[in-house]
T-cell receptor, first 114, second 114 residues
C-alpha cells in the first residue's frame, strides 16, 4: 500500500532535549516536505526536499533541521526544542515531473514541548 | 497563487449530495484548482483537481465555471466519514525544480448529519 509513515505519532518532551521525527514513503517520490499545523495558522511549510541531498527552507524553518540521505526518508530534527514548537507535524511526498501534483501526507505527529 | 474564498462551514444530510463552493476570481490561465480534505487532525488527503474542464473520480466531481472564477466540489452521496475540513487551493501545477508547497487557507468544515 502506498503510504507515508511518521514516527512517533505522539511525543511529549522537555525543553532542550534533542529529538527526531522520522518520515518514510514507499512510493519512490523525489519530493518530500514537512509542515506544521497550529490552530488559526493553518499548515505552514518547514522544509522541503526535491531529491536526495537537496533540501531547502520553507516558510518557518527556524529551530528545525532536516536531512535527505536516502530517497525514502526525510527526518525532521529539533536540536533544542522549545515550547513554541508544540504543534501537529505532517510529512508529505509527491512525484515530480508530472502535472498531477498529488501530494500524500503522513498521519501526523503531535509534539508537546514542556 | 491565487486567493480562494470558501464558506467557513456547511451541513449536509447523510446520503445527500454535498456541494462545496470556492471562489477564485483572480485565477490565472495556468493555475489549477485542487481540493484536499482533512479529517480531524489526520493528514490532508488529495481529492481532485482540474484546470477548466469538469473532472470526476471515485471520490468526487469538480465543476469549474466557464470563466474559471469559481468551482464546486460535489460529493455525490455524503457519508458520516466525509465530515472534514475541505480546502480549495489554486496554484500552478508543479514542474521539475519548483517547490511543491501547498498553501492551505481556512477551508470549509463540512458536517454530515445522520
Amino acid at each position: 500500500e502506498a503510504q507515508v509513515t511518521q514516527n512517533p505519532r505522539y511525543l511529549i518532551t522537555v525543553t532542550g532535549k534533542k529529538l527526531t521525527v522520522t518520515c518514510s514513503q514507499n512510493m519512490n517520490h523525489e519530493y518530500m516536505s514537512w509542515y506544521r499545523q497550529d490552530p488559526g495558522l493553518g499548515l505552514r511549510q518547514i522544509y522541503y526536499s526535491m531529491n536526495v541531498e537537496v533540501t531547502d527552507k520553507g516558510d518557518v524553518p527556524e529551530g528545525y533541521k532536516v536531512s535527505r540521505k536516502e530517497k525514502r526518508n526525510f527526518p525532521l530534527i529539533l536540536e533544542s526544542p522549545s515550547p513554541n514548537q508544540t504543534s501537529l507535524y505532517f510529512c508529505a511526498s509527491s512525484q515530480t515531473g508530472t502535472r498531477s501534483d498529488t501530494q500524500y501526507f503522513g498521519p501526523g505527529t503531535r509534539l508537546t514541548v514542556l | 497563487d491565487a486567493k480562494t474564498t470558501q464558506p467557513p462551514s456547511m451541513d449536509c444530510a447523510e446520503g445527500r449530495a454535498a456541494n462545496l463552493p470556492c471562489n477564485h476570481s483572480t485565477i490565472s490561465g495556468n493555475e489549477y484548482v485542487y481540493w484536499y480534505r482533512q479529517i480531524h487532525s489526520q493528514g490532508p488527503q488529495y481529492i481532485i483537481h482540474g484546470l477548466k474542464n469538469n473532472e470526476t473520480n471515485e471520490m468526487a466531481s469538480l465543476i469549474i465555471t466557464e470563466d474559471r472564477k469559481s468551482s464546486t466540489l460535489i460529493l455525490p452521496h455524503a457519508t458520516l466519514r466525509d465530515t472534514a475540513v475541505y480546502y480549495c487551493i489554486v496554484r500552478v501545477a508543479s514542474s521539475g525544480g519548483s517547490n511543491y508547497k501547498l498553501t492551505f487557507g481556512k477551508g470549509t468544515l463540512l458536517t454530515v448529519n445522520p
